[in-house]
């Protein structure tokens, strides 16, 4: 039985095309019940007809150097987070794009140091139940060879209001809500904070349990989902996939881009995304790296891959085609966004890959401009593509426009 898909296309103008390596986030996708939204590099947010794909209202930004870097519905209407000068999180009605309330993360985790996009106040995840909205807002700062964060983990009340506040001096960079815990991944540590995951009560933002992979140096987690149960994450620190239990105790761990020596260097990938179900569990690893520097000839044989668990057993692994900077699930599927291979610039692997947890069974959909966005819902699936240019080839390969489709069967 082999899976189609049908898509259409919705073009969103120009953009600077991205580069050989990757410069973080810049466009944001999410579905609603009628709509899709989408929040741009300028830091407008478009939202279209989910029929039609007819423009119903757009939210254009005041905000200098601001990106829209997160869409979630919320509460009936659109939350989103920027990265830029405010480091703003708003709601928008989800019929007209009026503001309904703003929050500026700056006033609470500073301004950025300089005017470029690392240092720009960044929400790095926002995330939401019935109740709440909960963001993750950090700063970057560095001085010579010493770098720090300023990080503040907000939960907000459906009018805007913050119910309560986690702040710490580390780096959060994704954040999972279930049943009444909201677990937050650090993947830098390089100050007092030394937990990788720290899982919080929805109610009052008090601690429940922490854990760290144990490591030296500031990496740490690089994702978390949590489950009835438990939680899975990916560490940074020492390249495992960990599944723990309900109070942080580890049930099992798996070696996923463990350090590989190959033409006399040392290889690892960091392990950067986690997804799990009732049945089954995928990791997803990104680029390779060199213990002795940042450039390399060579690849790690586990790049760029998703790993398939059941019970702590390899059960699929497959190909992700590039580094992905975000996933999408929805109940037993994932959606990884291929973006730039960086160091084998192919761009041919450019790509939205869909996967069934429990069977690794894959749909693939072609681009020809890196994919960096995605949603799921049910069959439907929405992804933002970005033009891209490889310093080797000068060459610009696709376009910026959001797909929009369904995957059927056949």
Not at 203 to 213: F, K, Q, R
Not at 328 to 351: I, K, L, N
Request: with cysteine.
């Amino acid at each position: 039985m082999s899976r189609t898909v049908e898509y259409r296309v919705v073009s969103l103008g120009d953009i600077e095309p991205a580069r050989s390596r990757h410069a973080g986030r810049r466009s944001a996708v999410a579905l609603t019940e009628d709509a899709v939204v989408v929040g741009t590099a300028a830091g407008d947010v478009l939202a279209y007809d989910r029929e039609t794909l007819d423009e119903r209202w757009r939210a254009e930004s005041s905000n200098e150097r601001a990106a829209v870097v997160f869409v979630v519905p919320f509460s009936g209407g659109v939350a989103v987070g920027e990265r830029g000068s405010y480091g703003e999180v708003r709601l928008h009605d989800s019929h007209t794009g009026e503001t309904c309330w703003r929050y500026t993360t700056a006033e609470d985790i500073g301004d950025p140091q300089k005017q470029s996009r690392f240092f720009l106040p960044f929400v790095a995840d926002i995330t939401s139940d019935e109740k709440r909205l909960y963001a993750a807002a950090r700063r970057y700062e560095r001085d010579g060879e010493n770098r720090s964060f300023t990080s503040v983990i907000y939960a907000f009340d459906a009018d805007g209001d913050v119910s309560w506040t986690y702040e710490t001096d580390a780096s959060p960079i994704s954040l999972d809500v279930c049943d009444s815990r909201l677990a937050v991944a650090y993947n830098r540590c390089p100050g007092t904070h030394q937990c990788g995951l720290v899982v919080l009560d929805t109610e009052t933002g008090a601690e429940l349990y922490d854990w760290d992979p144990g490591t030296d140096g500031e990496r740490r987690v690089g994702d978390v989902s949590l489950m009835e149960n438990g939680a899975s994450v990916t560490s940074h620190g020492d390249y495992h996939g960990y599944l723990l239990g309900a109070d942080g105790t580890e049930r099992w761990q798996t070696d996923l881009a463990m350090p590989v020596e190959i033409d006399d260097e040392i290889l690892y990938a960091y392990p950067n995304h986690v997804y799990a179900t009732d049945d089954a569990i995928i990791f997803v690893t990104g680029n390779t790296y060199s213990t002795e520097g940042r450039e390399t000839d060579s690849l790690h044989p586990d790049e760029h891959t998703i790993f398939g668990y059941c019970d702590g057993e390899r059960i699929w692994t497959d190909s992700v085609g590039g580094f992905a900077g975000e996933i999408a699930t929805d109940g037993d599927s994932v959606a990884v966004p291929g973006a730039q291979h960086f160091r084998a610039r192919d761009s041919t692997v450019h790509g939205l890959r869909m996967f069934e947890v429990d069977t690794g069974s894959r749909t693939t959909l072609e681009t020809d401009g890196i994919v960096t966005a995605a949603t799921l819902d049910g069959e439907t699936f929405a992804a933002i593509e970005e033009p891209v240019v490889y310093h080797d080839e000068g060459t610009n390969h696709g376009a910026y426009q959001l797909l929009v489709g369904s995957i059927g069967q056949k």
